[in-house]
């Protein structure tokens, strides 16, 4: 079985400043690095369930 990946944890409220000024901000870090998860997550997923599907 394959070892999941720690989900990222959203920055605290007091992380971001609300000001729209920041390049980049904290929450598009955020989101980046949850994009990246989510990707390997399903890749991951894909991998478990074709290991699944072959014949022992």
Known sequence: MTE???KPIP???DDCCGGGACNP????HYYAELQKWRI?????KEQEQEQEQEPK
């Open 40 to 44: 390997l997550q399903a890749k991951i």
């Open 25 to 28: 901000c904290v929450w598009d």
């Open 11 to 13: 920055p605290a409220d």
């Open 4 to 6: 999941q990946l720690e």
